[in-house]
């Protein structure tokens, strides 16, 4: 098995030679029998359990892999783990982590990365707008030698109008902004290879921004492009509000433009200013003096407010950062871990 890429570095090998190359490699590193590790985040979806086995079971025998699945009970405050926990007790390929309180689905996500034993991880939701029928294909694109493999959303019009606008500005916005694409109408549906799980684990930020997160770690990685359905059972635990610091928490953590950008708002006040300034000087100048001292203690105002709010956001913008990062407190807590129905579930 070679350990480094055969490249003869005569120049003449072409980025796609080169990642053909890669790929090969890679190819010969994949076990026949993989385990296949769904990691499923839940909170509140008691009903959506059932339909999800259902569908997710037997297609994953049907395709002859072998699989378990990290369910993350997020808190939930139904019965989705005494559910959970009915089901682990009749089928050992299913686990369930569950965490103190709700952690948020980027937490409860991590969670389950950190629990799952499999050689490839598969994000999902539990709502089936991940097809799991799309698993199948994924393994195949990974047996190719690619490392990441990822869902794209062709058709979004399970979404409303307003969804599909303020998510595509979303993607303009963060990928102009930072430094690490990510491809536009990705979710976290997708399939991981090990060594990229790895490296993902050894990222120590509080905030977890999991596409960003995958961008970041790079290998090579391909699109299969699915149709998103409607949500199977239950109803969605994303509003407006969830969705928008959602966003800010995905740029603020990955660009620092939004920092910069208060420079350049002080600077185009500054400029105002003193163009405002030049103006006042020349009608005082010119039609003599109307309110004495008004001219300069307006600019002296104008001016000083831009200085100090700039520099103020700039430092309010590192300190909050920090002060999150500083505290360290774990991403998650977990309760306990369920399987094989060999623990008792705690009293409700
Ligand atoms: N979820 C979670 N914790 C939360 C919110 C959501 O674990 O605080 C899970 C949820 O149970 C589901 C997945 O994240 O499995 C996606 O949530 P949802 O379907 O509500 O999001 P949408 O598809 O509407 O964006
Ligand atoms: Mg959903």
Known sequence: M?????????GSLDKDTALAHQLAVQRTRRPVDPLLSLVVPVFNEEESIAVFLATTVPL?????????????????????????????????????????????KEAALTAGIDHARGDVLIPMDID??????LIAAFVTRWREGYDIVYGIRTARHTDTPAKRLSAGWFYRVFNSMSPVRIPPNVGDFRLVDRRAVEVLRQLPERNRFMKGL??????????????????????????????????ID??????????????????????????????????????????????????????????????????GEYLGRLFVEVKGRPIYIVEGVYEDGTTEPPKP
């Open 214 to 247: 995958f961008a970041w770690v790079g290998f090579s990685s391909v699109g299969v492009p699915y149709e998103r359905p409607e949500r199977a059972a239950g109803t969605s635990k994303f509003n407006f509000w969830r969705l928008w610091n959602f966003a």
């Open 60 to 104: 994953l025998e049907r395709d002859g892999l072998r699989f378990e699945i990290v369910f993350v009970n997020d808190g939930s405050r139904d019965n989705t783990f005494a559910r959970l926990f009915q089901r682990s007790r009749l089928d050992g390929r299913l686990r369930i982590v569950n965490l103190s309180r709700n952690f948020g």
């Open 128 to 133: 089936l707008q991940d097809p799991p029928e």
């Open 250 to 315: 995905g740029v603020v953590s990955f660009s620092t433009a939004p920092l910069r950008a208060w420079f350049y708002v002080g600077l185009a006040i500054a400029m105002v200013a003193v163009l405002y300034a030049l103006f006042i000087i020349t009608r005082v100048l010119i039609f003599g003096v109307d309110t004495p001292g008004y001219a300069s203690l307006l600019i002296a105002v104008l001016l000083m407010g831009a200085i100090q709010l700039l520099s103020l956001g700039i430092i």
């Open 2 to 10: 070679p350990d480094s890429l055969p490249f003869v570095s005569d």
